[in-house]
């Protein structure tokens, strides 16, 4: 059995187990499906087994917990009846799990206590914001950057200043997070990481730059794992050339 002390110290290897496993249900590269709603599941039904023993009852463990409940909750939203995926800001909200929400936010509260603040609390602080707005247009951008802003601090890294930029364009514009994109220190390591250019198709598609922001959507769709990801990417391809046919976005 480890000692108090042992546990504490691999007490974040853990919780960062339990995050991966999360985020490699949330964005399932199954063929059959664009989600892997079981392992979410698993994911949060072991760290709800952390928080029931008394070493793990620690304020980074409850943000973690509300982190997978808030963003979990919106699963019954990330697929439209065609089976195809919903970027969050065309996705129904109404299909969004009430229950969860409440749940994480009341878990969100409960990481407050103790003073200890982990990259989690940051991120369960952004899915909280995203959860509880009515809609995607009422959503506050400022809000989730200010978190951003000291999730990039506690962590820098490329990816993290990569989300912090296109919170930036969603309170300020389009211009201004492609500026913060091109300024991202160690930007080479995103070379291979799909995201970085959807991140740019879209604000580019934003600025009316259709033909820029193609070549980004096509890129990013070679690189993504999930068909369904690849579907939707393939999608704003063809929205970019003003393709009439099926977008999956």
Request: net charge neutral.
């Amino acid at each position: 059995m480890s000692s108090p002390e042992e546990f504490a110290l691999r007490l974040p290897r853990v919780h960062k187990a339990l995050y991966l496993l999360f985020n490699g249900g949330y964005h399932g590269a199954s063929p059959d499906s664009p989600v892997r709603g079981e392992v979410c599941r698993e994911a949060m039904r072991l760290v709800a087994l952390l928080l029931r023993h008394p070493l793990g009852l620690a304020p980074a463990t409850y943000a973690l917990s509300a982190l997978m409940c808030l963003t979990a909750a919106r699963l019954p939203g990330k697929i439209g009846p065609d089976g195809q995926l919903k970027r969050l800001a065309e996705q129904d909200r109404s299909l969004w799990d009430r229950e969860l929400i409440l749940d994480g936010m009341g878990l969100l509260t409960e990481a407050g206590v103790g003073g200890e603040v982990s990259a989690y609390h940051f991120e369960a602080g952004i899915a909280a914001y995203h959860a509880t707005s009515p809609n995607w247009e009422s959503t506050d951008g400022r809000a989730i950057l200010s978190l951003y802003n000291e999730l990039l601090r506690m962590r820098p890294s490329p990816v993290i200043a990569l989300n912090r930029a296109i919170a930036l364009a969603e309170a300020e514009g389009a211009e201004e997070g492609i500026k913060a994109i091109e300024a991202i220190e160690d930007k080479h390591r995103l070379k291979r990481y799909p995201y970085y250019y959807t991140g740019l198709g879209d604000l580019n598609s934003r600025m009316g730059r259709m033909d820029v922001a193609r070549r980004n959507f096509l890129k990013a769709s070679e690189l993504v794992e999930s068909p369904a990801e690849q579907r939707l990417l393939l999608g704003r391809v063809q929205d970019c050339l003003g393709d009439p046919g099926p977008s999956g976005s």
